[in-house]
């Protein structure tokens, strides 16, 4: 039996010999290297672009700018289409292209880009929410390609309000009311985004590490005014995405340089493009939450503003999706949630592990720590007190709660000694994180079961390093009694695959997974009609197991029956499986949640309150799972994503200058967790009640592990170190800084450092 | 573009004999000439690691050494730890412990930890993190990459 055992990762072998290929590595003859060019600044007309010089570079094939473009300039993206495939006429983001340029080597593609010359004015870039929101603004959307819509002469690109209840007259016993702040961060996927497309025989054929292959798949078609079926997708295995390789970036760009040029063009990012090309939107929430006297939450009142980027991507999404849910876990009995997507000169921000949840839990569950503090509770009792019972609603007419959340929070508590004694300095944080799963949305599978009992299973998922195939070869392993090493997984191409919707919100397990187990069922219904009609029975009289087939005086194995049923000319079993959950026309997300993912994370830390260096001595994460098909993966999905959560707690922010160009772009200047800076103890407990949607019981994984990290850090320094800090990331200068003040502020004669000046980094 | 010049050097106990760009660094002569692709190009400034390679016996980011500087020299990349379908210790102790996800990172964090057993060959924890200290890895969290070296360091036959 295959399911609920760590088997080994299926690719894992090229994996570790080098042998992987993702979309660099790929060889594609007489193709033409690609280089974008970009102005140092996030906002400017641009007058001329002069490419004469750089046409003439030995080698160079293409130059291309908004004028060599269909005109207007075709645009593109995933939910509201707004973005040029090329700047035209504007520049709204540093990193965004103004010319292409098409060479026989890298060489010549980089010696011709460095020779154009763009003549451009720059105008005053809108930074942040308070740039964009001051009615002097200017506006980052052209207002005439916003038509009918009320907030066109603003910079909100959409606003969401969801609640219910009455909060302007819910009665509370303590109110807290704070601001909270939630950095600008990037993905830093280890593999930098690297793209190829060639004409062929239907139209284009496009080599990208995409999440996913289907939307891509629309969007460059609808680009370039064509059906989906003459656009051909082939998405590589990602090497890490998190999000960032979910939606369309240059692919439509590049296929335009392909159809001119009649050639194959490759375009690969250097790590700081990466940089400019996806991010995590920022945000400011103000969250007012008001308890009762025993600290039952009365109600959540929350306005946040998300720094969404120049160009829509998917970011609205992400607002709404985030904020809907954004009163956390919790029973509340008047809720009112205003979330702005507000637009800005900055890079588009996309989806990024969690999906907008981090922000809005940073600050609803440091909330609760303030009004556990006020109250006199312990921070594991205030949220006991007012999380769901399992099957009680806690968001109106919604998926209700779907797991054991007390319980949840119990175990994370004791798995790190919650109530016992502290020496000095140190601190411990408790909090969960809840994420809306995947809503409306569809995935469709085909198994083949050949002659000679082995498998083929054929999906459009993506194996970003969540260890998709393996759950797959899992389910087919399972269904029919054999192991995974007899199991071919077919991925990544839309000339090939079926449609999936997506590779995110941790769905893959859940849908493609149902959508092969019922591919593999269909299997097994086929193989009991052929038992049936081959050995003169009825069906009932026939059980198809896991690899073997009952009939009433023998068994028989699939092999052997498949050797009966097709004779010496062989065949073959096709089975077909679709898992969708339907488009809910008036609720707010476009339907409910299959299944919420909820995580529990404790955390311990000691504070060097000389330095306000944080070391954090553990973390245990404690995830709602239904049922783990693959342990080990799921406990490294968590603790990635933990670590990664490490990240725009301690040490992650993209910083802008006046100019709205990235400071510390590239590696050496915008740090991640190494090695050196994850827990001393990290442990992910997994409960698993089988009370999940998915195959076997199973929720789904992968995102959970990062949404409560930052309130978990942050209140255990608040013990340690006895200062609040709400905006992240909690860097050794601002706990230096708060410390300080706390002691300017009790005992200012008492200070004798003298109030050295310097800028945060 | 700038004249080449005749680089010899031996791959994975391989010879190799090719005219490099001045410029080019021994990354792209490795993935762009020679044709091994295993070594990964992420940062090209020498911080995430992912392009390690074993230079004469000593770890180093191939993004930052010429291909005309390692002329004469002999390389040890990814592709040349395992012996047929035999994987060197480390690359089984790392599927063996969960420590790969994606992968991206892997190559270059193999060769890291190599490079740390043959100089150590029963590191500490410490002295596993210092080790690794230059290799980026966003999805696993490290914790399980630090175990696999420590099994790797007790199998019998990894130097």
């Known amino acids: 039996m295959s399911i609920g055992r760590s088997v080994e990762r299926v690719g894992g072998v090229d994996r570790v010999t080098g042998a992987q290929k993702y979309t660099a590595d790929f060889h594609v003859d007489h193709v033409l290297q690609v280089k974008l060019v970009y102005l140092d600044c996030a906002h400017a007309r641009i007058d001329a672009v002069d490419t004469d010089e750089a046409s003439r570079v030995e080698g160079v094939r293409c130059v291309m700018t908004a004028a060599d473009f269909p005109q207007p300039v075709p645009k593109f993206g995933p939910a509201i289409v707004d973005r040029p495939v090329i700047a035209d006429g504007v520049v709204r983001f540093s990193g965004e292209p103004i010319a292409a340029v098409a060479a026989e080597t890298e060489d010549a593609a980089e010696a011709a880009a460095a020779l154009i010359r763009v003549t451009y004015q720059e105008l005053p870039p809108v930074l942040s929410v308070g740039d964009a929101l001051d009615p002097a603004a200017p506006l980052v959307r052209d207002p005439s390609t916003r038509k009918d819509d009320p907030l066109a002469e603003t910079n909100i690109l959409e606003a969401f309000r969801f609640g219910w209840g009455d909060v302007d007259q819910a009665d509370a016993a303590c109110v807290i009311d704070r601001h909270y702040e939630f950095p600008m961060v990037t993905h830093f996927a280890i593999e930098p985004h690297a793209y190829l497309a060639a004409p062929d025989a239907n139209g284009v054929t496009i080599w990208s590490p995409t999440q996913h292959p289907y939307v891509l798949q629309r969007v460059v078609a609808a680009a370039l005014g064509w059906p989906v079926s003459r656009v051909r997708i082939i998405a590589p295995d990602p090497g890490g995405a998190f999000g960032g390789k979910g939606w369309p970036k240059f692919e439509p760009l590049l296929a335009y340089l392909a159809l001119k040029t009649g050639r194959p063009v490759r375009l690969v990012l250097t790590l700081e493009e990466t940089f400019q090309a996806v991010r995590r939107t920022s945000a400011l929430v103000h969250a007012r939450t008001g308890f009762d006297g025993d600290g039952r939450i009365v109600f959540q009142d929350l306005e946040a503003n998300f720094l969404i980027g120049a160009y829509a991507d998917i970011g609205s999404r992400v607002v709404s999706k985030a904020s809907y849910a954004g009163c956390g876990p919790y029973v509340t009995p008047h809720a009112r949630v205003i979330a702005r997507a507000v637009l800005s000169h900055t890079t588009p921000s996309t989806a990024f592990r969690g999906f907008g949840t981090p922000q809005a839990s940073w600050a609803v569950e440091s909330q609760l720590n303030e009004a556990a503090k006020a109250l006199g509770l312990d921070r594991v009792e205030i949220r006991r007190r007012n999380l769901p019972a399992k099957g009680q609603a806690f968001i109106p007419n919604d998926t209700p709660a779907d797991g054991d959340w007390p319980a949840v929070l119990a175990k994370a508590a004791a798995a790190i000694d919650w109530s016992s004694p502290l020496p000095a300095h140190r601190g411990r944080g408790i909090s969960l994180g809840i994420k809306s799963s995947s809503t409306a949305s569809a995935s469709f599978a085909l198994v083949r079961l050949h002659f000679d009992g082995s498998a083929t299973v054929v999906s459009g998922t993506s194996d970003m390093g969540q260890g998709a195939r393996t759950v797959f070869a899992q389910i087919a392993g399972q269904e029919f009694g054999i192991p995974t090493d007899r199991i071919a997984m077919v991925m990544g191409d839309t000339s090939v695959v079926p449609f999936d919707s997506s590779t995110s919100a941790s769905r893959s397990t859940v849908f493609m997974g149902n959508a092969i187990l019922k591919a593999c069922r269909h299997i097994k219904s086929q193989l009991r009609t052929i038992a049936a009609a081959t050995f003169k029975l009825h069906d009932a009289d026939v059980v198809v197991g896991d690899g073997v087939v009952r009939l009433p005086d023998r068994e028989l194995s699939f092999v052997e029956l498949l050797k009966a049923h097709f004779g010496p000319p062989r065949g073959e079993l096709i089975g077909v499986g679709e898992e969708r959950n339907a488009y809910v026309p008036g609720h707010p997300l476009g339907g409910s949640p299959a299944f919420w993912e909820l995580m529990c994370a404790s955390a311990e830390v000691e504070v060097d309150v000389d330095t306000g260096m944080v070391r954090i001595l553990r973390i245990a994460l404690v995830s709602d799972i239904g049922r783990a098909l693959n342990p080990q993966q799921v406990e490294g999905q968590d603790e990635g994503a933990a670590v990664m959560g490490v990240g725009h707690t301690l040490m992650e922010h993209l910083l802008l200058d006046s100019h709205g160009h990235i400071r510390n772009l590239g590696a050496l200047d915008y740090r991640i967790p190494t090695v050196q800076d994850i827990p001393l103890h990290l442990e992910s407990i997994l409960v698993e009640n089988g009370d999940g949607p998915g195959p076997y019981g199973a929720k789904g994984a992968g995102e959970g592990g990062i949404l409560a990290i930052a309130a978990a850090i942050g209140s255990a320094v608040n013990e340690a170190a006895g200062v609040s800090i709400r905006d992240l990331p909690l860097t050794p200068e601002r706990i230096w800084r708060a410390i300080r003040d706390k002691k300017i502020e009790e005992a200012p004669s008492a200070l004798h450092e003298p109030a050295t000046e310097s800028r945060l980094t | ?159």
């Open chain 2, 1 to 159: 573009m700038s004249a080449t010049v005749p680089v010899k050097l031996i791959v994975n106990g391989r010879a190799h004999s090719i005219d490099a760009s001045p410029h080019h660094t021994l990354l792209e002569v490795l993935r762009d000439q020679i044709g091994l692709t295993g070594t990964k190009e992420c940062c090209a400034e020498g911080e995430c690691g992912a392009c390690t390679v074993i230079l004469d016996g000593e770890a180093i980011d191939s993004c930052l050494v010429l291909g005309v500087e390692a002329d004469g020299k002999t390389v040890l990349t990814i592709e040349g730890l395992a012996t047929g379908d035999r994987l060197d210790p480390i690359q089984q102790a790392f599927l063996d412990h969960g420590a790969v996800q994606c992968g991206f990172c892997i190559p270059g964090m193999i060769m890291s930890a190599k490079y740390l057993l043959m100089t150590n060959p029963r590191p500490t924890e410490d002295e596993i993190k210092e080790g690794l200290a230059g290799n980026l890895c966003r999805c696993a969290g490290y914790s399980r990459i630090i175990a696999a070296v420590t099994a790797a360091a007790e199998t019998p036959g990894t130097k």
